[in-house]
């Protein structure tokens, strides 16, 4: 049984960062790609990075443009988002996930397993 549980999202300013982290409480973790990602109020849930089961490929959106960072602790099962330079745009809902398959994928349709998500807000 996998369960997925974020964590770390708050209020933050224009600029500052903010690290989110990801626990799966399964026995399978380093099996498996995982991804972040987010939902805006009013939008579609969209792709925010990747990583590859053993974490040696990452994928991101363009929208990120280099201010985040995915990583990967297999020995504690987590997940985490370094989130730098943040705008208000990228306030939204954030959601890891678990994908079917240790290869590196960005579909959202790939990700069968999902946490309750955590609230990153943004402020002028």
């Known amino acids: 049984q996998v369960q997925l549980a974020e964590s770390g999202g708050r209020l933050v300013q224009a600029g500052e960062s903010l690290r989110l982290s990801c626990t799966d409480s399964?026995?399978?973790?380093?099996?498996?790609?995982m991804g972040w990602f987010r939902q805006a109020p009013g939008k579609e849930r969209v792709f925010v990075a990747a990583i590859s089961a053993i974490g040696e490929s990452t994928q991101y959106n363009d929208f990120v443009e280099g201010r985040f960072f995915i990583s990967r602790n297999n020995a504690r099962s987590r997940l985490y988002l370094q989130m730098n330079s943040l705008k208000p745009d990228d306030e939204a809902v954030y959601y890891c996930a678990r994908a079917r398959s240790g290869l590196l994928t960005t579909r959202i349709s790939d990700f069968d397993s999902w946490g309750q998500g955590t609230q990153v807000t943004v402020s002028e």
């Open positions: 399964g026995r399978t973790f380093s099996l498996y790609t």
